[in-house]
């Protein structure tokens, strides 16, 4: 099977890695130093109910533990809702994140899916969605957003999220936001919906340590929402030790990290901004990313064939080809934000690759 995702330095010889968007000043000390205590506790199974890693999500987010639960990775709680809800209907923005199509594909769900525009710059339009939904005069059963999307890195505001909210309440659909990639935005407060879950209830929202901590091997993901009764039908369908005590640990360890996050944010400010002219400088299309990762295109002539990424893997840079995402080919492409010495090492080899 075709490896999906980027992060695949297993099957090829890799020296830089632009494809997986993980921080790149990798797992905070704190983590490191969690994970090496919680060694001697692997002799036991861990906390099913990840109790004090859920009290310490309550505090850090001021909502109640009981509208919390943990899982493997966003990816483990995307199945686990699918699972539990097996809905007859979905919307899906197109290009996106894929393991939402690939749950839903596994339950039998029909697929709706609403494509993005290149000449909108990839853009989610809320009343574009509203009206996309009532022209086919069905009522889905769930909404899969990704704020800000991945692999385009564009960002809806809190404004236009919380329209598509009330038009999902009020049409009965399940609404899940995917927030996983919203703490890399410059104000992350002006587009995240964890204020309006007690407004919604039929809202979910995603979150995880993966990339943001620099914790991807680790597994660790959450999901909120104020519907109760949802988070019970996931219990049931979950496995009962999906996230380890190692990975309980290095979470609470996180939440802690402040001066870290501070560290990221002027990194990412920094490198998204020396990546986005370096890749116009090289001719290419570029999308107005919001994220730590930035989408482009290779618009010379012939490049539908993935000419730019085979070139890159020869020497050993791996970027994310986005042929697999919907609605694109080869010619697309998504690489992460590093650090300024990192983000100019990339450029370099990419002008290389275009002579």
Known sequence: MEYQH???????????????????????????????????????????????LVGELARHHQLPKQEILCGNGAADLIFQMVFAERPGHAWLMAPTFSEYGQALHAVGTQIHPILLRKEAGFRLDADG??????????NPSFL???????????????GEMRKLAAFAQQKGIRMIVDECFLDFLEEPKEYSMIPDLQEFPHLVILKAFTKLYGMAGLRLGYCL????????????????????????????????????????????????????????????????SQANYIFFQ??????????????????????????????????????????????????????????
């Open 225 to 288: 929402t104020a519907d109760k009764d949802l988070l019970e039908r996931m219990e049931q369908v979950r496995q009962p030790w999906s996230v380890s005590s190692v990975a309980q640990e290095a979470g609470q360890a996180a939440l802690g990290e402040n001066e870290y996050l501070e560290k990221t944010g002027k990194i990412i400010r920094e490198g998204r901004a020396q990546l986005k002219d370096g890749l116009k400088d090289l001719g290419f299309w570029v999308c107005d």
């Open 6 to 52: 980027g992060g695949d330095i297993y099957s090829q010889e890799i020296l830089w890695d632009f494809s997986a968007n993980i921080n790149p000043l990798g797992p905070p000390e704190g983590v490191k130093e969690a994970v090496r205590r919680s060694a001697d506790s692997c002799g036991h199974y861990p906390d099913s109910q990840c109790r004090r």
């Open 129 to 138: 969605v509203i009206d996309a939904v009532q022209d086919e005069m069905r």
């Open 298 to 355: 290779d618009t010379r002539a012939g490049a539908q064939d993935g000419r730019l990424g085979k070139a890159c893997r020869e020497r050993k840079l791996l970027l994310r080809s986005c042929g697999n995402y919907q609605g694109l080919d080869q010619s697309f492409y998504r690489v992460c934000v590093k650090t300024k010495e990192e983000n100019e090492h990339l450029l370099q080899m990419l002008r290389e690759c275009c002579r």
């Open 144 to 158: 899969f957003l990704c704020n800000p999307n991945n692999p385009t890195g564009v960002a809806l505001r809190r």
